[in-house]
């Protein structure tokens, strides 16, 4: 039997959410190296260390969050640090598993860890994902930027019997 394996890594810092967020440290930064250099000597140290301590954690946010996504004939491992640590669901404690199109603004309020009080979503861009509906949990959908390959993947295991067809 050849292993049928799909993975997906997507990162945060790679979108244009990522680059605005890039953007905005650079221009914020050289804004308080400005206020550092002209400002009166009342002004707190503290002040700006907060700022920058806020400033660079963002960064370092956007820079952790990377969605990883690896599915087997057995299962879907999903890990997207710091918000989710690393899951996993085998396909028998599924009640249905399929691809589809999503709002992301509309259903789960944007990008990232959502939950909109019905399901979670794991995203980090686009409208395309793979919806896990379990029978007593809440859903989860799991963004993917490889559309065709993870529809060919979950057609796959549903011609092997692996996922059934509803």
């Known amino acids: ?37 002209t400002a009166p000597k009342t002004t707190t140290l503290l002040a ?25 004939r057995e299962g879907i491992t999903v890990h997207y640090p710091p918000f ?4 996993y669901f085998a396909w028998s404690t599924l009640s249905k598993v399929y691809t589809r199109n999503y709002k992301p603004l509309g259903e789960f309020g944007g990008w990232g860890y959502r939950n909109n009080g019905k399901s979670f979503a794991y995203n980090v861009s686009g409208n395309f994902g793979l919806q896990l509906e379990f029978k007593e949990e809440k859903n989860i ?13 979950i057609q796959k295991l549903k011609d092997e019997g692996i996922l059934a067809d509803k």
């Open 141 to 153: 959908l799991i963004g993917s930027q490889k559309q065709e390959e993870l529809a060919a993947f």
């Open 84 to 87: 989710v640590k690393e899951k």
């Open 48 to 72: 700006y260390a907060i700022t920058l301590f806020i400033t660079l954690g963002i960064f370092w946010l956007f820079q952790k969050a990377t969605l990883t996504t690896h599915l087997t």
């Open 1 to 37: 039997m050849t292993p049928l394996v799909f993975e997906e890594k997507q990162q945060m810092i790679k979108t244009w959410a990522g680059s605005l967020v890039i953007l905005l440290n650079v221009v914020f930064i050289g804004l308080l190296m400005r206020q550092l250099l």
